[in-house]
C-alpha cells in the first residue's frame, strides 16, 4: 500500500472543514498518507503550518522518546537509538509503518546496532573525499567540474549516507557556512578548466531562498561556469520546501539541472508528485540517484516501480549506486552480482529512460565506475555477436 490510504469519512469532513476556512489549495483536497498522520498526531495543527517547510525542520524526530510516539520500536532499535542521533521531519515520519520492522522508510532512518560494528573495508572517508579537498567545501576529483558541498545540514539523517562523516543534523544551520564560501567561491573564479559546478552537502535546499540566491547569484557571474547542478534529497523528505517562491526563483539560473536522492516506490506521494511538478515546470531537469540497499530496495519489481514512477513525475533515473563502504554499512551493501542483475531485468524490459546507470564509486577516490551487464558474447575484427534482453543471439557485420 502507498499513499493512496483510504482515508476514513471523519477525516474527509474534517479536511473538507478545514479547506473551506483556508486558502484554496486544490492538491490538498486529496488525503494523503501524511495527511491522515497529521489528524491522528497532531491534531491542532493546521495545515498551514504543516506545509510549512521551516515547521517541518524545526519539529524534526529527534530522540528515542519521540520516535516512540509515532512508531513502536524494536529491541535491537531501541538499543541503537540509545546510541546514536536520528532525524526525521514529521513529513518523512509519516511514510513510516508505525510496526512493520522491515518497512523500506523506517530501515532507511531508523538505526540498528550493526551500525556500530565496523567491517573490514570499511572507512569514514571510503572516497577520501578529504584528500580531494582543494578548498574549503570544495572536493575536485573531475579535471572539469567539482562537487561543493554548500552545509552540514540536512534535513533527514539518512543511515547509509556516504557523507556521514560530515552531516550533522542536530543543529540548525550556522552563519559560519555561508562566510567559509567566499574562499570556495575564490578556488571556482581562479580554476577557468571548471565548467560545472554541483552543489551538495548536506542538503542545500535546506537553505533559505534569499541565501540559495546569493550563492546562485555568485556562481552566474563566473564566466567559465556553463552548468549549475543541485544535488537534494529535500523533495523526497520535505517536499513542502519545494515553493512556488522557490521555483520561480531558481528559474532565472539556467541551466540549472538537479539531482534528486529516492529511495523506495513507496516515497513517491501526491505531494512528491507535486514538488517534482513546480520543479519540472520551471523547466529543471531532474535526475535521480538511488543507493541500492540490501532488504530495502535490492529487487528489480522495486526498484523498477521506482523509476518508471519518477519517470511519470517527469525524473530521469541518473545513477544506481553500489552503497558506499562507509563504517557500519556491512548490513545495507547488497552484492555486486544483485545490482547488475538488477539492470539486466530493467534494460528492454522498460523503458530505457527509467534505466540507471550502475556505479561504483570507487573506494579510495576514482570516481564513478558503471558496472552493468555483458550484452557482448564474442567480439572480433569482423563484428560482434551479441546477447538481447530477452537472451536471444544476434550478429552485427562490420
Ligand atoms: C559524483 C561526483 C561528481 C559528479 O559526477 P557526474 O558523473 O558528472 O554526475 C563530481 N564530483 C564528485 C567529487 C563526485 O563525487
Redesign the pocket.
Known sequence: MDSATVCSNQTISKIKKENSQEEPDPSSRRCSRAEKFRFENYPGLNQKDWNDWRWQIKNRIHSLEDVQKFIYLYPDEVEALKKSAVSITPYYTSLIDPIDYFDPIRRAVIPLPQEFVHSTGESEDP?N?ES?CVAPNI????PD???FLVTNFCSVKCRYCTRSRLVDCSKEKTVSDVTSWSISLDYIRDHKEIR?V?LSGGDPLTFNDTVIEWLLTELKKISHIEMI?IGTKVPAVLPQRITSRLTNMLHKFHPLWM?LHFTHPRELTPEVSEACERLADAGIPLGSQTVLLKGINDHVEVLKLLFQGLLKMRVRP??LYSMDPIIGSSHFRAPIESGIEIIRGLRGHTTGYAVPTYVI?APGGG??IPIGPDYVVERNDKGVIMKNYQGNIYKYIC
Open positions: 572516497l573525499e580531494y572536493i575536485h576529483r573531475y567540474r567539482v562537487l560545472d554541483l547542478r539531482s541518473y545513477y564509486d570516481g564513478k
